[in-house]
């Protein structure tokens, strides 16, 4: 349920005093300048200390800050008087110096920078999107046609793309509503970790009423969003896509899905797999799983129906959906034993269940530009401050494991020193300390929960995996026994595994023929032998840490757009050339041998050992590589 807020040209002097007694001091300072046209603010030596999202004052002293808030006042009472006029874009130099100023910088290597001007999207602008001739679409018409796997955030985004060309498009989606992850995940405490006025489109970045948006509000961005762009008409709804295969003869993708239990074909000129990285649920084979006599439930098929009031409860895993479930449901259930193989590492994050005050919302939705500023400033702490040092493997640093570098070791002495300073029992700290690396493993934020969740009387965290099930209860791998009446698994997706449609490509060769234990694609996008056939957040292009999963999703699909552009204006066929794939293969191996994902064991690796998850570069140069399709890379054939 979204806040209402007062228009601007409604709203008292008295909203707008305490609006802007709210604001984030870079985003008001910059919407200034948007509303007055004046950029000598710039030049003064008020400037931000810091970009930390909660940080409002940005480091500027109170006095300073009183000041430039008393300034803002004035000018949007001046703005107002003026009848609001539409601001006039700034010269190009102008918004490069606010992005420094804005972001407390004093240069911004050029990837990077590039990369946050496009995500600005100034005065309504889209730069991401990719213009098609619209002649061509004309003249291609019916025959050329899309089909999008998976109507989750990639899905949508592509479509949107598509549809914003008028280029005809098909999503077909297993099931009843989009979201994917967001419609699946309904256990009590999901919510995002990245900072939802960046975890949005770039060019829509919603309305929130939490910096971290629960699943909630997550769930209703998109299925508004597909409302509102009219997607929905072009979904196919419980519509399970069971094969794929190309014909050779037409240059087409003939794919055959179960929909209403009768068996489907549709054909398409292009075909996207949007069906995410973490939507098969990894139940672990537990000894005795069939002789537990309660109720078992994975966190993403969490059912509702299944009461856990007053229920002594068996929460497998302590990874993200375990750190969101558990101080969730700790005052619902009598009892919760957490069993955990390993800790989590986790950032201090107070706000992280903060919600926005409705002050603040009046900034974010009326002040002119603001909510992109604000944007930005969210994003740029977590964006590639983590490439190099803390996730690569200094060769010459050696403290038993425990870090990877001296920039790791530090942030490793920070983190530990945060999770010590929550925890007066000494037996419980023991348990809590990673003894790997951070970053080895998704970093988790906290604000204090859980903690002081594990610290309560009636949760006990068990340092130990489940080795069986029996009638009523588990049994841990240290022998110790406990009773319960419910199993929750918290153990996360099948992610090291095949793609579940392992589609057919050029003389019938399966993609899991292809890949064998290692995915080898361009870009992570496209694979030789498997012509007009592009993956969004395929192999190998999680991020772990840096930015979001929406950044590189958007990087993609602009790339697939491009290589959609050439197929509808000049081409029939692009095939990824092998010299290519095997190139940018070589690269991410060699890469990824040399960082901390491939030293400590987790989900990030396939049972072959190998890393197929994440990237390990960084997201300001993938968004470069990813700007336009390179012809050399393909060979572009027209029937
Ligand atoms: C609990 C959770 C929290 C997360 N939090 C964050 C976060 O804070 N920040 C971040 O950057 N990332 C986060 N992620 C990761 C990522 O952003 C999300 O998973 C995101 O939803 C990915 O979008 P997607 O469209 O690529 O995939 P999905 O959301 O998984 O959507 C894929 C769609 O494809 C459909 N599909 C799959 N197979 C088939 C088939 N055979 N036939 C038809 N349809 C099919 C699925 O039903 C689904 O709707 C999180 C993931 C999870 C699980």
Redesign the pocket.
Known sequence: MKTRTTPLSQASDSEIESAVAHASLPALMMSMIHMSGDASLLDEPVRPKHALMFDMDAGISPEDAAAIRERAVVLIREYLAKGQPPCEPLPAATVERMLTFALAEQDIEPEARGFLLEELSLNGSDPRRVDIDPRAVERRGDAFHVVI???????LLLGYRLAQQGIGFTI????ES????????RYPG?R???ASYS?SYSFEEGEWDHYFGPRSEVQSYFEDFAEQQKLVDRIRFD????DARYEEETSEWVIS?QQAGSQREIRASVLVS??????RSKIPDLEGRELFRGPQMHT?QWDDAIDLRNKRVAVVGTG??AFQLVPALADTAERIFVFQRRPSWMFPNPEYHASISGEHQWCLRHLPEYARWFRIVSMWPQFDKAAGDLIMVDPDWDDGGASCSRANRQMRDDLAAYISSQVDDPELLDKIVPDYPPFGTRMLQDNGTWLATLARHDVELVPSGVARLTEDGVVASDGSEFEVDAVVYATG?EVGRLP??DVAGRNGVRLSQTWGDEPKMHLGLTVPGFPNFFT??GPNTG?LHSG???IV?ECQVNYIMDAIRLLVEELDELECRSASADAYHARLSSELDRSIFARVPSYFSNDAGKVVVCMPWKLADYWKWTRRVDLDDFEARRL
């Not at 519509?239 to 069971?242: N, Y």
Request: charged share 10%; net charge negative; hydrophobic share 50%.
């Open positions: 796997i998976g109507a989750g955030m990639s899905g077909l989606e297993k099931n989009v979201g994917g992850t967001w419609h699946e995940n999901c995002v970790d990245i975890y519509a399970t896509v069971e899905y949007a069906i995410g990285l973490l939507n993403a993200a959906s997706f579940a449609i969004i957040v991020v979001n999963l929406i999703s």
